[in-house]
């Protein structure tokens, strides 16, 4: 079992569904949280919940600056920075022919650049020690592609590029590199999802609870896991579909029709 207590964790987007289910259950096993999310007042909500004193900081992590202020006052709290958990995400539904520029950039800037931004800054810290773990909550739209979601896939799928390359390349320096693939959870997005015309696939099935995914977190912590989906056979499929992408675009617009009906529910 990882003992998590006295490790400085930073969670980015922590007053969301995710977020604060990572905050309570590290809470409870006595880390020493920093909590950055750009809605402040949540922040100082959650905090109010949990036993601990955590720093909270108003972050948006697709300002260097921000983010780079983010972990020097960690640093300068906590003196250390064991754990990096990337959790902040956003989605804009959209068919690609009617997707705005601005929801291209937000997203890609967010999911992806956002989760570079806080890795780097955070490795100026980690190297000299010759230890942390960097954490990555992805979705399955980084295995397999979400229709009505073009850019949203693209990010996902550019994370899991990007942290499988981490993970070789920061060995060296005992650092190790994990990325969450969840399938649905029952959180704000999903049921923003539900009303912002959101991919049918998204609602195949039943939503997971966040405590789900904050346990494929600890288990990729305390495996050193560089990939875990939750649900993990949702995941073996998802690998063994996409080795015939021909495959994908005959049974998609099946799926989807299926989905549609349990969307309408959510």
Known sequence: MYDFSNKTIIITG???GIGTALAKELDKRRAKLVLADINFNGLKSLAFDLTSDPLIVKCDITDRVDVKKLVEEAVNRFSKIDILINNAGI???SLFEFCSYEDIDAQMKVNFMGAVNCSKEVLAFMIPEKQGHIVTI???AGLVPETYSSIYTASKFALRGFFLTLAIELRKHNIKVSTIFPDSVDTPMLKYEASHGGSPLTFLGEAQSPEKIVQAVIKSIEKGSPEICSPASTGMISR???CWPWIVTKLW???????EKNKKSV
Do not use: F, H, N
């Not at 617009?253 to 989905?259: A, D, F, I, K, T």
């Open 14 to 16: 922590a007053s969301g």
């Open 91 to 93: 989605i804009r539904p």
């Open 138 to 140: 992805s979705s399955l």
């Open 240 to 242: 063994i579909i996409m």
């Open 253 to 259: 617009p099946v799926l989807e029709r299926q989905g």
